[in-house]
């Protein structure tokens, strides 16, 4: 069985005038299995179909909160709903 993780869809750089070394803000919170048989790497698409390769992984895990949304709180406003809908089911 693979565990489900958290990445994050990220701003462009320079899309809000940051500079190189500033920290890029998340535009879309996905939900994503881990890789066949490599539990460290992110599977290849979200639950919602996107390309994972230019996604940052996020440090939450949702089988570490099973009793809480699948999704860090502080990104409730950024989640994407096709994802959000398949977590439902």
């Given amino acids: 069985m693979t565990e489900i993780v958290v990445v994050y869809e990220l701003d462009r750089p320079g899309a809000t005038g940051a500079t190189g070394g500033a920290q890029r803000a998340v535009r879309a919170v996905h ?47 950024v989640v994407c709903s096709d994802c959000d809908a398949v977590m439902a089911v």
């Fill in 31 to 77: 939900a994503a299995s881990t890789a066949p048989g490599r539990p460290a790497d992110t599977g290849p698409r979200t639950l919602c179909g996107k390309d994972t390769f230019a996604m940052e992984r996020a440090r939450w895990k949702p089988s570490e909160h099973p009793q809480e949304s699948w999704y860090p709180t502080e990104h409730a406003s």
